[in-house]
């Protein structure tokens, strides 16, 4: 079955400390997006990923890192994490980067 | 820059209303554009696409045509029902912007029952 999934689904954080939001698929796909969506303000891409170790900064990457040394695996950091980065992040994942990703369900983070 | 324009916000319609929401875009290449439906709760899922101008995407009873005359890729149901109601985004891929998707800012339907 083919799947994107994120962990955890929701989650509760002080500011200041460090999240880390994770995500896995078992397609192979080479391409791995970190996404946030506020309301009023759609999808936004925080980093997108091409394969492992090979990143690129989407259009809000300030204030976020992200990791991919397995294929299937792609981890999302926010190291001290502020008030604004509550939101819902989605990960998503493509064969190649000219395709239609494939979302998961989300990660509810609220940083208080 | 590349662009995709949805200017609707929001569209409240009853059971078995047409269906037709606004998608536009700008770009000077070729680009892929999507249609993309996210039901509450849930993440956006992809509803249709279409790769080459003038052709049409269906699925599940809608239908957009990537009307490169015009630059839109209007999504359309004759029919809709009250599973319907979701968030639906127009969306656009470009080798221009090394195929990154370029979002619209979403179109939320309410379906009255």
């Known amino acids: 079955d083919m799947k994107v999934t994120q962990m955890p689904r929701y989650l509760i954080k002080r500011m200041g400390e460090n999240v880390l939001l994770e995500c896995g698929q078992d397609?192979?796909?080479?391409?791995m997006y970190w996404y946030r969506q506020d309301p009023g303000l759609g999808l936004q891409l925080i980093y997108i990923?091409?394969?492992?170790?090979?990143?690129s900064e989407g259009d809000i990457p300030k204030g976020y890192r992200v990791s991919r040394k397995k294929r299937e695996h792609f981890s999302l950091i926010l190291d001290s994490a502020k008030t604004n980065q509550t939101s819902v992040y989605f990960c998503?994942?493509?064969?190649?980067?000219?395709?239609?990703?494939?979302f998961g369900e989300g990660t509810r983070l609220s940083v208080l | 820059g590349d662009s995709v324009i949805q200017m609707q916000g929001q569209v409240t319609l009853s059971e078995n209303d047409f269906l037709f929401i606004n998608c536009t875009y700008s770009?000077?290449?070729?680009?892929?554009l999507f249609w993309y439906v996210q039901y509450s709760g849930e993440g956006p899922q992809l509803l249709l696409q279409?790769?080459?101008a003038n052709n049409k995407g269906s699925s599940r009873g809608f239908e957009a045509t990537y009307d490169k005359g015009t630059t839109s890729f209007h999504l359309q149901k004759t029919s809709v029902q009250e599973i319907d109601s979701a968030v639906y985004y127009c969306?656009?891929?470009?080798?221009?912007?090394?195929?990154?998707?370029?979002w619209g800012s979403g179109t939320k339907l309410i379906i009255k029952p």
């Open positions: 998503a994942s493509s064969r190649h980067n000219n395709q239609a990703p494939l």
């Open positions: 397609m192979s796909h080479e391409t």
């Open positions: 990923s091409y394969d492992v170790d090979s990143n």
């Open positions: 770009t000077t290449g070729y680009p892929t």
């Open positions: 279409v790769t080459t």
């Open positions: 969306a656009m891929r470009d080798v221009d912007s090394n195929y990154q998707l370029i």
